[in-house]
């Protein structure tokens, strides 16, 4: 398992600290989960594509398929965007 921080932001624009830790590194896919304060969200927020910025600059779409007030599930794949951090 790979471990990052990270940061993900809403559709609404709330920005949210996350530790990350992958599951699966497969090629440009990603599962994994999120360790996150996720009380603060509305449930519409995970019925769309999230957007997580790495550490390191990689941006991840990702899809949640499950969660809690503590943690994401997602799968998703790295983005083809550059990041400017």
């Known amino acids: 398992m790979f471990s990052n921080k990270g940061e993900l932001v809403t559709r609404a624009g709330i920005p949210v600290p996350v530790t990350i830790d992958m599951v699966s590194l497969d090629g440009p896919g990603r599962t994994g989960h ?3 304060d996720t009380s603060r969200l509305e449930t519409i927020d995970f ?6 910025t790495c550490e390191d600059g990689t941006l991840l779409d990702i899809a949640v398929t499950s969660y809690s007030d503590k943690h994401m599930s997602f799968i ?10």
């Not at 019925?47 to 997580?52: E, F, K, T």
């Open 76 to 85: 998703g794949r790295v983005s083809l965007e550059v990041s400017l951090v």
């Open 47 to 52: 019925l769309y594509p999230i957007r997580v």
């Open 34 to 36: 999120l360790r996150c």
